[in-house]
């Protein structure tokens, strides 16, 4: 819809199962910067599953829109279980 973007969280393991820890943590400062462009949306959906990735991400994005107070959009969170843990 118009004013809307989806965002969903993208880190897939490598063969052996295990995530690739080849970047380095991203802080507020360069959150701020990847997420300059999500500032023409009204509301951003954010897919997130409840992993760490997903929590980091969602973490991010609170804490930017807490930054910007009102000029900031509007974030929603859709969880996803994957269903590929035990329990």
Not at 22 to 33: L, N
Not at 48 to 75: K, N, Y
């Amino acid at each position: 819809p118009a004013g809307w973007l989806f965002l969903k969280n993208n880190a897939y393991p490598d063969q052996e199962g295990v995530l690739a820890d080849s970047a380095a943590p991203v802080g507020p400062e360069e959150a701020a910067q990847l997420f300059a462009p999500l500032l023409s949306f009204h509301y951003v959906l954010a897919a997130v599953s409840g992993g760490p990735d997903s929590m980091g991400l969602l973490h991010l994005l609170a804490e930017w829109r807490s930054r910007l107070g009102a000029a900031a959009p509007m974030i929603i969170a859709a969880t996803i279980d994957h269903q590929l843990r035990a329990g």
